[in-house]
């Protein structure tokens, strides 16, 4: 069974950066597609980041420019820099594993793994 685990959530005022960390483990990462989602009070659950298994990588454009994923497949680690961080980037982010996924979309529905989410707050 696959295990995801997140670190690194917290407050952080606007502009600043936080770095979110998955620790997997039950599985190497080799073949799987691993990203983060995010889920806002009220609101569906987003993909914010993911890289294939051949290392291609999707994110929307809210996030384009100030979020970062790495993926270290000998360390089965994936983490997500998050730079310039606005208000709007306030959620609950998940990390994802997925079979087959991350291509022109990051879809919960193709995800087969979810981490139990850290909280990011973004607010002076």
């Known amino acids: 069974q696959v295990q995801l685990v997140e670190s690194g959530g917290g407050l952080v005022q606007p502009g600043g950066s936080l770095r979110l960390s998955c620790a997997v483990s039950?599985?190497?990462?080799?073949?799987?597609?691993i990203g983060w989602f995010r889920q806002a009070p009220g609101k569906g659950r987003e993909g914010v980041f993911c890289?294939?298994?051949?290392?291609?990588?999707y994110s929307p454009d809210s996030v384009k420019g100030r979020f970062t994923i790495f993926r270290d497949n000998l360390r089965n680690t994936v983490s997500l820099q998050m730079n310039s961080l606005k208000p709007e980037d306030t959620a609950v982010y998940y990390c994802?594993?997925?079979?087959?996924?991350?291509?022109?979309?990051?879809?919960?529905?193709?995800?087969?793994?979810w981490g139990q989410g850290t909280q990011v707050t973004v607010s002076s």
């Open positions: 994802a594993a997925a079979y087959l996924g991350c291509g022109t979309s990051w879809s919960k529905d193709e995800v087969d793994y």
């Open positions: 039950g599985s190497t990462l080799d073949y799987y597609a």
């Open positions: 890289v294939s298994a051949e290392g291609s990588t």
